[in-house]
């Protein structure tokens, strides 16, 4: 498990972040912040080449959109899990240690630790620190959080792509709150979690400029957070089945109320899998047992 530290950090740790950039894939589209369209109150959180989308009445992030620049990914260690508090926000607006301790919740990276982590040294290094912050965490079952089939598989097979290609891509992260989302020490437990990736396709030499394209993903961790409800406030029971699924960007945008862009429009579900006729031409929810089954 992760260290117990939750001190907040001092002011000028955080000073200068310029978060993400909405113009990171030029020349295509700008994908913008993804702000909630249900009118929730979010505060926007810059960090080193990503940012967060906080609610500070569910104390946990709304979502996080992170720029991933595959030609110049580096390896940082991972520098000891040095867990801490935003101070830009009040502590009691932030879910820090009292929710993973003595337990088997993983405080698990909403932006991947790598993901961020490019660029000059110092900047490298500087986004890989603040991938620690409790605003970058989600309440995770640890198998859940660390399955290569699951939640860390689809993160591997993401970023692999980028950097195999040398790729730039855009990940939006995050829960998929539910107002009936169980209690536990004070935080209401999310049932999903989705991520949507976006990156412009490659065009031969001549051709026209390169198109926007985006997948979505949704996974499931509904068995724990159904037994956590029944569970005491110090027992966190085994974990059971698990579901992942490749969906349409448009479900992702429905599921959140979050203002996902371009990306909605840019869909490559539609062209990669069959069309469900019986859903009116909707692409339908495809299971994924594993990587192997995910479509970029």
């Known amino acids: 498990m992760t260290s117990t530290d939750d001190t907040p950090g001092s002011s000028a740790r955080l000073d200068g972040r310029a978060g993400y950039d909405p113009r990171f894939l030029a020349p295509g589209p700008l994908l913008p912040v993804p702000l909630p369209t249900d009118g929730a109150e979010v505060v926007v959180l810059p960090y080193t080449h990503f940012s967060v989308v906080h609610r500070p009445d569910r ?5 996080t959109v992170v720029a991933v620049d ?4 580096r390896d940082v260690e ?3 899990d040095g867990w801490f508090l935003d101070p830009r926000l009040p502590t009691d607006a932030q879910a820090g240690n009292e929710l993973y301790a003595r337990n088997e919740l993983d405080r698990g990276h909403l932006v991947r630790r ?8 110092d900047v490298a290094r500087a986004a890989n620190a603040d991938t620690f ?5 989600a309440p995770q079952h640890s198998r859940f959080n660390q399955s290569l089939e699951l939640w860390l598989g689809l993160e591997d097979h993401v970023l692999d792509y980028a950097r195999r290609y040398d790729q ?12 009936d989302d169980p209690e536990y020490r004070g ?9 949507v990736a976006a990156y412009l396709t490659r065009t031969p030499v001549g051709e026209p400029e ?4 985006a997948v979505g993903f949704v996974l499931d961790q509904t068995p724990l957070v159904e037994e956590v409800a029944r569970a005491s406030a110090e027992q966190v029971p085994p974990l059971g089945a698990f579901r992942t699924f490749q969906v349409p960007v448009a479900d992702v945008a429905a599921l959140t109320a979050l203002d996902l862009g371009p990306s909605v429009a840019a869909d490559r579900l539609p062209v990669l899998a069959p069309v469900a006729a019986a859903e009116g031409g909707v692409p339908a929810w495809r299971t994924v047992a594993g990587v192997s089954d995910l479509l970029l």
């Not at 390169?210 to 394209?213: D, Q």
């Open 59 to 63: 104390r946990l992030a709304a979502a």
């Open 70 to 73: 595959g030609g110049a990914l």
């Open 78 to 80: 991972r520098g000891g």
């Open 114 to 121: 790598r993901d961020p982590v490019w660029g000059e040294p």
């Open 133 to 137: 912050s409790y605003t970058n965490a």
């Open 168 to 179: 730039r891509m855009v990940v939006v992260t995050g829960p998929v709150f539910a107002e």
């Open 187 to 195: 935080v209401r437990i999310p049932r999903r979690f989705f991520k």
């Open 210 to 213: 390169p198109a926007l394209a």
